[in-house]
């Protein structure tokens, strides 16, 4: 590794932290959904229209790739930051907060945005000292399906692209610390609905109905079941009914509900059987309470596999860098949330990697109203991708 190089970056990174905090603080208060994130999209779009970089913008929606080109033979890495923010209604209090009413950063895409910002124009001052090409991209909507990493990659954002690497930025991990980990490493997901469609009538007349609510409520502890009796205790996965669409009065037998379900897997294999389930118990309630079904079941994020050989190039780079602010890098495990990333690892080598953010006076999880991070952390996201891409673009 070109330490000398990591050294003049690091230093770089240090005198211009207060950049980092700039840009991070105006994209939370201008917090946009996802696949709304016009301003956001323009913001970067005019952060890099004088550099000597590539840019191409409206990348399968507001997705941006920017490409930086050392004009010397090598592989290409891709550094992939998201952008959006979430339907939450902001309770920090924080002086930079959300003007935009009910649309929060929840999540920390800001801080991810922020630090990739300062990095590539870093990375970019350095150019002259590293091979081959860096792609840097801003990605819009994660948070909703299909996701904008679905949406850029078809629109060619990985093309003569290698490999891939990303960061999150992490509440609940102390501060100072980095987690990896190797193989499946975030679950996939997929959501459905089911409708039941019976007869309604008078409540003092069942047998002259057929009720949708009984039958949807039979399915929502039969599907229970699957996890407990149809998934080996090998086997992951979670399926949570977050929505039982049933509303009428005390008197009248509801003709029609729709139950409205979410699934989480750890493998391919797992999300295929829930499937397969979930449609099985749904037609055999449907017949036993002669009711119509109609299931509409969508597989969006895959399984995030973090290939072995990338997750140690980045163990190694940054415990080679000896980057001063962390102080220990762990195998975290896995990761019960779903990610979009996982679109780029199903085409590329890839890894995806977490720093701790945790604030000691805003101790509250991602998708809180009141979430926020230590904006230092943005520092250790910073030198850490940097001695990625050092370690990468300077050894064969």
Do not use: W
């Not at 150019?127 to 996701?147: F, M, N, S, T």
């Not at 009248?252 to 295929?272: C, F, L, N, P, Q």
């Not at 290939?307 to 975290?332: C, F, H, N, Q, R």
């Not at 720093?355 to 998708?367: S, T």
């Amino acid at each position: 590794m070109e330490k000398s190089l990591l050294r003049e970056i690091f230093e770089e990174i240090d005198k211009r932290q207060d950049e980092m905090v700039e840009h991070r603080r105006h994209i939370h208060k201008n917090a946009e959904l996802s696949f709304e994130e016009k301003e956001t999209a323009q913001y970067l779009e005019d952060y890099y229209k004088d550099k000597d970089v590539e840019v191409t913008t409206n990348m399968g929606g507001y997705g941006l790739r920017v490409v930086i080109d050392t004009k010397k033979p090598g592989k290409t890495i891709a550094l992939r930051a998201d952008f959006d923010a979430l339907p939450i209604k902001e309770e920090t209090g924080l002086s930079f907060a959300s003007k935009n009413e009910g649309v929060m950063h929840a999540c920390g895409h800001d801080a991810h945005t922020a630090y990739l910002m300062l990095l590539a124009d870093i990375l970019l001052e350095k150019k002259d000292r590293l091979r081959g090409k860096i792609v840097i991209i801003h990605q819009h909507a994660e948070e909703a399906p299909p996701g904008g990493a679905k949406q850029m990659i078809e629109a060619g954002v990985l093309d003569g692209v290698d490999n891939v690497f990303g960061i999150h930025v992490m509440s609940a991990m102390p501060f100072g610390t980095v987690q990896y980990h190797k193989g499946n490493t975030q679950t996939g997901r997929a959501k459905f609905s089911v409708k039941f469609q019976g007869v309604g009538g008078h409540g003092s007349m069942p047998h002259l109905s057929n009720d949708a609510i009984v039958a949807a409520s039979y399915f929502v502890t039969a599907v229970q079941t699957i996890v407990s009796r149809r998934l080996s205790p090998f086997e992951n996965g979670v399926i949570t009914i977050g929505s039982f669409e049933g509303e009428g009065t005390f008197n009248i037998i509801k003709d029609s509900v729709t139950v409205i379900g979410d699934v989480r897997a750890m493998s391919d294999h797992t999300k295929d059987v829930i499937e397969t389930e979930v449609k099985r118990i749904a037609k055999g309630i449907g017949d036993t309470f002669n009711t119509g079904v109609e299931i509409n079941y969508a597989n969006d994020y895959p399984v995030l596999y973090n290939d072995p050989e990338m997750t140690e190039l980045v163990v190694d780079a940054i415990k080679e860098a000896e980057i001063p602010e962390v102080k220990e890098i762990s195998d975290g495990g896995e990761q019960p949330p779903s990610e979009d990333f996982s679109y780029y690892a199903k085409e590329r080598p890839s890894c995806f990697f977490y720093v701790g953010a945790h604030k000691e006076d805003a101790p509250y999880p991602h998708h809180h109203p009141k979430f926020d991070i230590r904006e230092d952390a943005m520092i250790i996201c910073a030198k850490a991708m940097a001695a990625v891409a050092v370690k990468y673009l300077t050894e064969d």
